[in-house]
């Protein structure tokens, strides 16, 4: 079963508490954790997947099945693939409700600012409003499917 928004938040935040608040390592382990995301195929790195408001190219790829989502992301920025696979985490195999309602606690509950600068945290609001704003066609194109099917 899939875990919720805030499951996943509290795992993340209790794996960042770990690191005990240190810059260098922090920094180190958001690399690793972009690591993990598997690299997009080329033929999605279009200008449509792109999340404006990066400084860094950051291409994320919304997929809808079984009225859950899924996403996609890559980055040319070791950093900043860290921060969108952190998102991906959240949000994979969520529904567009949930993901448009939540609340994103882990980001000041881990000091995500503190180790991230301010452009980044401009691009990473970017990616969230990226993925909200698919939640939102998502959610209205379930609600035009199925008002169609009546």
């Known amino acids: 079963m899939t875990q919720s928004i805030t499951e996943t938040q509290n795992e993340i935040i209790e794996e960042f508490s770990l690191l ?3 810059p260098e390592m922090t920094n180190f382990y958001i690399m690793e954790l972009g690591q993990k995301l598997p690299p997009l195929d080329e033929s999605q790195k279009t200008e449509d ?3 404006k408001g990066c400084q860094s190219k950051v ?12 996403f996609e ?3 040319n920025s070791a950093i900043t693939k860290g921060l ?3 998102l991906v985490r959240v949000f ?7 993901i448009i309602d939540a609340d994103l606690f882990f980001i000041d509950k881990i000091g995500m600012n503190r180790f991230i ?10 990616m ?23």
């Open 73 to 75: 992301a890559d980055s």
């Open 59 to 70: 291409w994320l790829v919304p997929l809808w099945a079984e009225g859950k989502m899924k």
């Open 84 to 86: 969108v696979s952190l």
């Open 117 to 126: 600068g301010t452009q980044r945290s401009n691009g990473f609001a970017a």
């Open 20 to 22: 005990d608040g240190d």
């Open 128 to 150: 969230i409003k990226q993925v909200k704003l698919a939640a939102l066609v998502n959610k209205e194109r379930e609600a035009i499917t199925r008002s169609n099917q009546k």
């Open 49 to 51: 997947n792109i999340v």
């Open 92 to 98: 994979q195999d969520q529904s567009p409700n949930d």
